[in-house]
Nanobody, 121 residues
Framework: QVQLVESGGGLVQAGGSLRLSCAAS????????MGWYRQAPGQPRELVTV???????NYADSVKGRFTISRDNAKNTVYLQMNSLKPEDTAVYYC???????????????WGQGTLVTVSS
């Protein structure tokens, strides 16, 4: 199995910055990609960004140029650097890992516990 532990988040003023961390443990060699999702109150969970094992990245249009995903392979940790934060970035942010561990006819997807980011205007 794979476990994800998030840290970071909190309250920041608009225009400020925050960094989220997501540490993976367990069968990390089975992780194919990691990413961040977010869910605002009353809204569906949405993809923010993802990074694959070869370093390819993808970002939601709403965060391009402001957010950066990176990883430290030695620490098995993925980071989300969030700059120029806006009130509309307020949400619970979830770390996600897609694995190649088979389960029930599909592959296991692992989620962190979520961390709240609040951006005040």
């Amino acid at each position: 199995q794979v476990q994800l532990v998030e840290s970071g988040g909190g309250l920041v003023q608009a225009g400020g910055s925050l960094r989220l961390s997501c540490a993976a443990s367990g069968m990390i060699e089975r992780i194919m990609s990691m990413g961040w999702y977010r869910q605002a109150p009353g809204q569906p969970r949405e993809l923010v960004t993802v990074i694959t094992t070869d370093g390819s990245t993808n970002y939601a249009d709403s965060v391009k140029g402001r957010f950066t995903i990176s990883r430290d392979n030695a620490k098995n940790t993925v980071y989300l650097q969030m700059n120029s934060l806006k009130p509309e970035d307020t949400a619970v942010y979830y770390c996600n890992a897609d694995t190649n561990l088979p389960i029930g006819g599909r592959y296991l997807e692992v989620w962190g516990q979520g961390t709240l980011v609040t951006v005040s205007s």
